[in-house]
């Protein structure tokens, strides 16, 4: 038997047993998606990070190591070491940078809508009139020899033009998602999933005294 310690709780636990279930033994019980005790860890979901010397780590693959520190709550995110999302969230183009942009939705759009049409990609994926937030836009694309015009609605623009794919099309990760779950945009699965709609909420709002 081994010592960890699981938010400062001495816990016994046979050695190379999982951070996982030792949480579990000590009374803190650490959410969990894709692990199954009866098969190998694929470590996929990352819902079961906790802090390990510092660092995020998967309780549902990582042994545990006597004398092993483990924080499952109280975790101060901002000291942990630095790490790339999980995919499909930290495989991203450019498209989906300027999402937080002024026109970034629309300018990603039309990228997309350009490629859906025509078969190409832009020449030049910038679609400048569209970006900024003054006044109303007005613009064109070429699309089958016809100008598209668009009157929509600003920043992140450098890193968009540093993405190898500047387009959402060319998400890797995305194509797999649909390929092997949401089978097309627009499906029935996709819409139940991922569409939303909106209903009137009016707001009260009351002056601060
Ligand atoms: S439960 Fe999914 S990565 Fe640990």
Redo the contacts with the bound molecule.
Sequence with gaps: MITVYINGKATQVLKNTKVLHACTKAGYPVP????HEDLP?F??????MVEIKGRAV????TPCEEGMEVKTRGIDLSKLEESRADNPLGEYSGAGTIFGATGGVMEAALRTAHYLATGQELADPKIGFVRGGKGIKKGKIELLGKDIRKAPARGLYKDDESCERRESHNNPSINKLYAEFLDAPNSKKAKELLHTSYISRPMKISKVQ
Excluded: P
């Design positions: 969990h998606l894709c692990y860890a470590g996929n979901c990352g819902i079961c998967r309780a549902c693959s």
